[in-house]
């Protein structure tokens, strides 16, 4: 959603890049670039007068003109004042003293109540709750059907007394819902209210009926990121009219400018908690300021990333992998642990958005978009149409073998090839790691190969290979290895991340910081 307002950012402090001392017309220029950018974006303007004011005051101070690196303490002060602008701090959700806690959502129609109710329940149930999602939608056709079938899928409980379509008073079922919960010992009540197209008097009067009926510990103001300047007006309505603790942004994954979403904290004073990117329940989390602002600046969100590898990985299975790795060559990682892997990071989420959270990916951006993710799926399935024997010792796959596992899998016989090959450049790249090594082709890292001198190195492979000599200067002898690493990937017909053929348009390769989870 954010990605105009990062490209114009990162451009702009390119040009500061390189500049020894910033003057006050440099500052001044960056300054209208910033203001650019945020109008272009659909940021409020009483919201980029504030931020742009903040900046040049503090760009302007000691803190930039004694700075070693001007631009980057640049750079340094607008990731602050963004994670003002976007609420400091992370807001946790309060919790009732005596249960159920009540949480009421509150918005117009189509932004996204119902759905977000099942993700806050499966997000809730996560964190070790027992959540139950009551209708009290009645007006919408089908909206009870709909919460009953996402809170099935989200695997919480729901209340769902009345059919719904116009039946039934939903003020009394709010009400109804809390001694259901102590009954059934449910903690948390989450409240899923009716919307409009717009903002009527009805539809306010209804919400704050329900609001009086339950006292919620929270409500929470579920606004559509996509719908512009109108978001912040219908977030100023509904905080006279009915009032709210916090602000869920919904639909962070389109394409919109998403500007207004930076304008909702500054203006109705509430903080962002929540933030949904996608269409599956998973799709769900806290809204943590100082990750969004580094990740508008292209600087990654590497704690997020953490966390949800956390969550996946199992720390006894990644203990083991590790030992596997650093034995001999890192001959006991076999292709069943690469597979084992692959299917973990599967389980954290779309490759393209965990791509996303690295720094400086924003330069990749069209590459990470177009990544398709079927290829993992289809690198899972040749090495399934692989027999226990082959999984364990790639090495005796001959070239009937591949055909065979070729027609297994659904590929071409090139796939099979590539894959087994990168195999084993990754398990002899990762072992050297886990050993200490270094990184491979990286000069001046201990291990590394025709480096002289490393305390791996023997006078077997100090013997040079008859035919082409290697140069005895590392700058020079590093060029022939690019060179012929460049040749050998040119013959092996093309092939993705995964060791497969191409699928169209420039090929992909994950960067280094990724490859750790791919084992």
Not at 98 to 125: F, Y
Not at 146 to 168: D, F, I, K, M
Not at 406 to 427: C, D, I
């Amino acid at each position: 959603m954010f990605d105009t307002l990062s490209d114009r950012l990162s451009a702009t402090f390119k040009n500061l890049r390189g500049k020894g001392r910033l003057s006050e017309a440099d500052i001044d220029a960056t300054a209208r670039e910033i203001r650019i950018a945020l109008l272009e974006a659909d940021v409020a303007l009483p919201v980029v007068r504030a931020f742009i004011k903040n900046v040049k005051e503090r760009a302007l101070g000691a803190e930039v003109s004694k700075a070693l690196n001007p631009a980057q303490q640049v750079l340094k002060i607008v990731n602050e004042e963004l994670v003002t602008i976007l609420g400091g701090e992370t807001r946790r959700l309060r919790f009732a003293k005596q249960p159920p806690t009540v949480i009421m959502l509150a918005g117009l129609q189509g932004a996204g109540k119902t759905t977000l109710a099942g993700k806050l329940g499966r997000w809730l149930k996560e964190q070790g709750h027992s959540p139950l999602l009551v209708a009290c939608d009645l007006q919408r056709p089908n909206a009870v059907n709909q919460l009953s079938v996402v809170a099935e899928r989200a695997g919480v409980g729901v209340y769902a007394p009345e059919p719904g379509n116009g039946v039934g008073d939903p003020v009394k079922v709010a009400k109804d819902s809390i001694e259901h919960a102590r009954t059934k010992v449910h903690d948390i009540v989450i409240v899923d209210t009716a919307g409009r197209l717009g903002i009527d008097q009805e539809m306010m009067q209804q919400a704050a009926d329900i609001r009086d009926a339950v006292s919620p510990d929270e409500i929470l103001f579920v606004v559509d990121a996509m719908i512009g300047q109108d978001a912040v007006n219908t977030a100023e309505a509904f905080r006279d009219g009915v009032g709210f603790d916090g602000v869920v942004l919904s639909k962070l994954d389109g394409d919109a400018r998403g500007g207004a979403a930076l304008s909702i904290r500054q203006i109705t004073g509430k903080p962002i908690m929540f933030a949904s990117n996608g269409e599956k329940l998973e799709d769900f989390d806290a809204f943590h300021p100082d990750r969004m602002a580094s990740r508008i600046l292209d600087m990654g969100d590497l704690l997020t990333l953490i966390e949800q590898a956390e969550k996946t990985f199992d720390q006894a299975e990644a203990q083991k992998m590790a030992e596997k790795l650093a034995s001999k060559k890192g001959q006991d990682f076999t292709l069943d642990d690469f597979l084992a892997q692959m299917e973990q990071v599967r389980k954290m989420g779309s490759i393209s958005k965990l791509l996303g959270m690295l720094p400086g990916m924003g330069q990749m951006k069209d590459q990470i978009n177009n990544l398709d993710e079927r290829d993992v799926d289809r690198t899972a399935a040749i090495i399934k149409s692989m027999t226990p024997a082959e999984r364990q010792e790639p090495t005796i796959i001959n070239g009937s073998r591949r055909a065979r596992i070729a027609r297994g899998s659904g590929v071409e016989v090139s796939a099979v090839k590539n894959l087994v090959e990168r195999f084993f450049e990754a398990r002899k790249m990762m072992s050297r790691m886990a050993q200490g090594g270094g990184m491979p082709g990286m000069p001046g890292m201990p291990g590394m190969p025709g480096m002289g001198g490393g305390p791996g190195r023997t006078k077997k492979k100090q013997k040079q290979a008859k035919g082409k000599q290697r140069s005895g200067n590392p700058m020079k002898r590093k060029q022939q290895e690019q060179e012929a690493a460049a040749r050998r990937a040119a013959a092996a017909e093309g092939g993705n991340a995964f060791g497969l053929p191409q699928q169209g348009g420039k090929d992909f390769e994950l960067p280094d910081e990724f490859k750790k989870f791919m084992g």
